[in-house]
C-alpha cells in the first residue's frame, strides 16, 4: 500500500458552527509523510498538524490550537479525509472554524471526489494497535484494540423517543464510510439551544447545518436515516481519530463517548508507545505478500 494525496486543489466556504465566521476552505496535495496538516493563510500560513499533540479545549466540538491558534470544528473534514484513505493533504482555512456546510460530512467527500486521489511513490505507514487502551468516565467509556483492520462500535444512548439506543458498527474503508456514516448530520436538542447560545455557542447555527429535536420530534425533518444520530457519533468519532495521524490498524469501540473522550483515547493511545507500532504492512499485504508494482509518481 503507498501513500496518497489528492490530484488537484479544490475549494469551498461557509460559516462555522460555532463562532459563526465566514471562511474559505483549500484542500492542496502535499508531498509523502506531510499527513495532514492544517494552515492559516490568514496568519502567514501557520501550520498547524492534525494531531492529538496539538489538541485544545474540546467539548461540543474538537478544536486544535498551536503556539495560540485555533482552529475549530476539525472533526467533519476530518473523518471524510481519513476514510478516504488520504494520507496527506494541505488544508487552508482563512478563519477560526471550518465551515459546517450541511452539518455532515458529504460535501467535504464531494469536494474530495474533485480533487481525486492520486498515489505516491512513499509506503503507508499503519498505526496498529498491540495492546488495548481505555478511557472510562462514570458510564461513558472508550477503548482501542488490537484487529488487522480498521473498524469503530459506536453506541448511543439519548432519552428521546426518536433517538434512544443506536449502534453503529462498521469497518472504515472509503465505501462504508460514503454509504453508512457520510450524510449523516449534526443534531441538538431545542432545549439546549439557548445555553448553548449563552456559552458563545452555535452561533452559525441554522435549520440549514443541524437537525433539531424538539420534545416528541424532530423541527426540520425528514431526516436521512432513522438512525441518523448514531451514524453522526460515529463520523465524529472516525473524525477525532484522524488525530492519530497516521492510518490505524485498530477497532475502536465508543459506549456514549464524544469529543472530549476520544481525543483523550487518542492522547493516552499516542502518549504510550508500548500499545502501539508503526507498520507498513496491512492486513492484504501479509496475506498477498507479492505487491504489484505501483504506477505511482511522488
Ligand atoms: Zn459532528
Not at 465566521?21 to 499527513?35: E, I, K
Not at 471524510?80 to 478563519?95: C, E, K, Q, V
Request: aromatic content about 6%.
Amino acid at each position: 500500500m503507498f501513500q496518497t494525496t489528492i490530484q488537484r486543489e479544490v475549494g469551498t466556504e461557509g460559516v462555522g458552527l460555532h463562532t459563526g465566521v465566514f471562511g474559505h476552505v483549500r484542500l492542496l496535495p502535499a508531498p509523502a509523510d506531510t499527513g495532514i496538516v492544517f494552515r492559516r493563510p490568514d496568519l502567514d500560513n501557520f501550520a498547524i498538524e492534525a494531531s492529538g499533540h496539538n489538541v485544545a479545549r474540546v467539548s461540543y466540538a474538537t478544536s486544535l490550537m498551536k503556539q495560540g491558534v485555533l482552529l475549530s470544528t476539525t472533526e467533519h473534514l476530518l473523518a471524510a479525509i481519513y476514510s478516504s484513505g488520504i494520507d496527506n493533504i494541505l488544508i487552508d482555512i482563512d478563519s477560526i472554524e471550518v465551515p459546517i456546510l450541511d452539518g455532515s460530512a458529504e460535501p467535504f467527500l464531494e469536494l474530495l471526489d474533485q480533487a481525486g486521489i492520486r498515489r505516491l511513490r512513499r509506503r503507508r505507514r499503519y498505526l496498529k494497535v498491540i495492546k488495548p487502551v481505555e478511557v472510562i468516565e462514570q458510564d461513558r467509556r472508550i477503548g482501542i484494540y488490537p484487529a488487522s483492520d480498521f473498524s469503530v462500535q459506536c453506541f448511543v444512548d439519548f432519552p428521546h423517543p426518536l433517538v434512544g439506543q443506536q449502534q453503529i458498527e462498521m469497518i472504515v474503508l472509503p465505501e462504508t464510510f460514503r454509504h453508512l456514516l457520510a450524510r449523516a448530520r449534526t443534531f441538538c436538542f431545542e432545549r439546549d439551544i439557548e445555553p448553548l447560545r449563552s456559552m458563545g455557542l452555535i452561533r452559525g447555527g441554522s435549520l440549514n447545518n443541524a437537525i433539531v429535536l424538539t420534545d416528541g420530534g424532530v423541527m426540520n425533518g425528514p431526516l436521512r436515516f432513522p438512525d441518523e444520530f448514531g451514524r453522526h457519533k460515529a463520523l465524529d468519532l472516525i473524525g477525532d481519530l484522524a488525530l492519530l495521524g497516521l492510518p490505524l490498524l485498530g477497532r475502536v469501540e465508543a459506549h456514549k463517548a464524544g469529543h472530549a473522550l476520544h481525543t483523550q483515547l487518542v492522547s493516552r493511545l499516542l502518549a504510550d508507545s508500548s500499545s502501539w507500532v508503526i507498520t507498513t504492512e496491512d492486513r492484504h499485504l501479509e496475506e498477498t505478500p507479492v505487491a504489484a508494482e505501483a504506477p505511482a509518481a511522488d
